[in-house]
């Protein structure tokens, strides 16, 4: 069984500009849900995606997009890109959107110069 | 809103010492309960879950109880080893809905 893998690894880009974080959920899995975890804290919730659609967001601005596909692999885009931005960007997979267990992927280190 | 809070770290202890790591939690209704672990340069891995008031969780040695009366879901373990040195997070899951909330984490360093 595959687990949640993400890409890039990490990626350095500077203020102003877009970003597109990629994830690939467990198999079986039809729910991906996304966190940024800034230095020294704990994860917070950004958005979760459910059968291609938007199932709940966090407190984050439009600027932070997400898609999931007919696989169930989604995507996480950033535009305007800020130093605060910066941050470990981690997806988790679930069963489905009402199963609480969450298997996380290894993350995406994004700085913002 | 939901929140966790979790005790104040960095724990430092020595191999073979007692761990106790605090957390409590406000939520409505009745939340399911995690601890995750998160190894240097790594994501997250579960640890163990609660999904009901009492539940005892499990897993390699650690230990927490969903503490309804108390909203808590302290973890512990017996005796530490220097491989659990690593940053613990408590956090919640609403009824229902799958995202979860996080504490700000607890750093552990296990010495020889």
């Known amino acids: 069984e595959t687990g949640v893998t993400q890409s890039p690894t990490h990626l350095i880009k500077t203020r102003g500009q877009q970003v597109t974080l990629r994830c690939s959920s467990q198999s079986g899995h039809n729910t991906v849900s996304w966190y940024q975890q800034a230095l020294g804290q704990g994860p917070q919730f950004i958005f979760q995606?459910?059968?291609?659609?938007?199932?709940g967001r966090g407190n984050f601005p439009p600027r932070f997009s997400g898609l999931q596909f007919p696989n169930y692999s989604s995507e996480l885009n950033v535009n305007a890109l800020e130093l605060d931005d910066s941050a470990l960007y981690l997806c988790?997979?679930?069963?489905?959107?009402?199963?609480?267990?969450?298997?996380f992927g290894p993350g995406t280190r994004l700085t913002v110069l | 809103g939901d929140s966790v809070t979790q005790m104040e770290g960095p724990v430092t202890l020595s191999e073979e010492a007692f761990l106790t790591i605090n957390c409590t939690y406000t939520?409505?209704?009745?939340?399911?309960l995690f601890w995750y672990v998160q190894y240097p340069g790594e994501g997250l891995q579960l640890l163990l879950k609660a999904t009901k008031a009492d539940d005892k969780g499990s897993n390699k040695g650690f230990e927490a109880t969903y503490r309804k009366e108390t909203t808590s879901f302290h973890l512990e373990k017996g005796s530490v080893q220097v491989s659990d040195s690593a940053v613990y997070f408590c956090a919640l899951s609403a009824p229902s809905y799958g995202k979860l909330t996080f504490g700000q984490g607890t750093i552990l360093t296990v010495h020889p």
């Open positions: 939520a409505t209704g009745y939340p399911s």
């Open positions: 988790a997979s679930s069963l489905d959107r009402v199963y609480s267990e969450q298997f």
């Open positions: 995606y459910y059968r291609e659609e938007e199932n």
